[in-house]
């Protein structure tokens, strides 16, 4: 079954690491995107992909990074340099970045700080 | 500027019966998509239905329908004989120009 998925389903991070969440799909779809959750504010967009080795930045980029190596997978690293990354984070895909059509989502990883 | 307001945060039905989601939306493009996911406790974000802005009837998709009222920017979602695996977090969201937009998502609890 074609679908999205993200690794590893938990994640615990120590102040001042790297860690990097993993997002695989095998839809075919062009279009990839990170978002993050919080309670009560809905999905907020980090970064976007609309074709291989190709990204732009959301509306809360900072403190995160990219990349679009291959079409299936679009990792995400949240970096020392973001202050509060405890969250949920989605990955979705959409066949084009023009799709009317919705987002496939994987089931999310949930980032902690400990 | 907000472009979709979901202004229930949480909401109850008695299960068997009817629930009406609330989602209004804002946007110039006369082209636009409107959708409605579930999140269930388990995370996953899934695709209930969608709404196209030039679409002339309502969208449903079984138990669930989209009653849509473009003059005044609304999309809610009815959900029929509500079941009790239909507590969920509800998100609306919306397609304009080159940009997805959520709202901050209603949570759904039915009682039995």
């Known amino acids: 079954d074609g679908g999205i998925t993200q690794s590893p389903k938990y994640l615990f991070r120590k102040e001042g690491q790297n860690v990097t969440l993993s997002c695989e799909q095998n839809?075919?779809?062009?279009?990839m995107y990170w978002y993050r959750q919080d309670p009560g504010q809905g999905l907020r967009l980090i970064y976007y992909?609309?074709?291989?080795?190709?990204?732009q930045k959301g509306d809360i980029a900072e403190g995160y990074s990219v990349s679009r190596e291959k079409k299936e997978s679009f990792p995400l690293t949240v970096t020392s340099a973001q202050k509060n990354p405890t969250a949920f984070y989605l990955c979705?895909?959409?066949?084009?970045?023009?799709?009317?059509?919705?987002?496939?989502f994987g089931s999310g990883t949930r980032l902690t700080v400990v | 500027a907000q472009k979709i307001t979901q202004t229930q945060p949480g909401m109850f039905v008695q299960e068997k019966e009817a629930v009406t989601l609330d989602c209004t939306y804002d946007?110039?493009?006369?082209?636009?998509?409107l959708f409605w996911y579930k999140q269930p406790s388990s995370g996953e974000m899934i695709f209930l239905i969608y709404q196209g802005s030039y679409d002339q009837q309502n969208a449903t998709e079984g138990r669930y329908s989209l009653n849509f009222q473009k003059a005044r920017k609304s999309a809610n979602l009815v959900i029929s004989a509500s079941q009790l695996g239909d507590s969920a977090m509800y998100f609306c969201a919306m397609k304009s120009g080159n940009q997805f937009y959520f709202g901050t998502g209603t949570s759904l609890t039915v009682i039995p």
């Open positions: 946007t110039s493009d006369p082209s636009y998509g």
């Open positions: 992909s609309q074709i291989v080795n190709d990204f």
């Open positions: 839809l075919n779809h062009d279009a």
């Open positions: 979705a895909s959409a066949e084009g970045w023009d799709s009317f059509y919705g987002y496939t």
